[in-house]
């Protein structure tokens, strides 16, 4: 299994909006409707943010968001602020009961 | 709500077994919600699923480790082990122990991590 596709980096001034896509396979992201992506600051662990491509856990602040078309999920930071600056994740289902990380992106807040 | 804490050696020379330890508190290991997990992410590097065991003893692993990977579970003490077999230096990583419920399809939580080298 290959790990999910995802750009290096991505940046947005605050209050502004940054998406960051995540792309894999029909054996994965477009097979399944388990996408998760991770939040993680220097040194820490990561924090989940985004489970089952779109729903937010008790405590995400709704300016995350996430969808998926096909074999691509994305991540949506609206309304950045200073705390987003950090490197994400994406996670996807890969069948028999394997999983998959994407490749990381930093965002960065100018 | 359930807190997870790895331990182990933080310097393992090559072609040795890497073996770490996560400790499980505030929940119980042997719930079928469930499966406990190994994930690690060499510096600088992305996050890479080593694998996961079920209460039951089921065990599923990433295809790329699975020769060398050993995954188990102590319930009488609240731990789950990680045996990562002759290792290189490419096994250099910080390891963290979570928790995957498969009632929401997340990895949540996440113990604090280890590095662990691999070196000479």
Not at chain 2, 2 to 9: A, F, K, T
């Amino acid at each position: 299994q290959s790990a999910l596709t995802q750009p290096p980096s991505a940046s947005g001034s605050p209050g502004q909006s940054v998406t960051i896509s995540c792309t894999g396979t029909s054996s994965d992201v477009g097979g399944y409707n388990y996408v998760s992506w991770y939040q993680q600051h220097p040194g820490k662990a990561p924090k989940l943010m985004i489970y089952e491509v779109s729903k937010r856990p008790s405590g995400v602040p709704d300016r995350f968001s996430g969808s998926k078309s096909g074999n691509t999920a994305s991540l949506t930071v609206s309304g950045l602020q200073a705390e987003d600056e950090a490197d994400y994740y994406c996670s996807s289902y890969a069948g028999s009961n394997h999983y998959v990380f994407g490749t990381g992106t930093k965002v960065t807040v100018l | 709500q359930v807190q997870l804490q790895e331990s182990g050696p933080g310097l393992v020379k090559p072609s040795q077994t890497l073996s770490l330890t996560c400790t499980v508190s505030g929940g119980s290991i042997s719930s079928g919600d469930y499966y406990w997990t190994w994930i690690r992410q060499p510096p600088g590097k992305g996050l890479e699923w080593i694998g996961y065991i079920y209460y039951s003893g089921s065990t599923y692993y990433n295809p790329s480790l699975k020769s060398r990977v050993t995954i188990s579970l102590d319930t009488s003490k609240s731990q789950f082990s990680l045996k990562l077999s002759s290792v290189t230096a490419a096994d250099t990583a910080v390891y963290y122990c979570a928790s995957f419920n498969w009632n929401y399809n997340w990895f949540d939580p996440w113990g604090q991590g280890t590095l662990v080298t691999v070196s000479s």
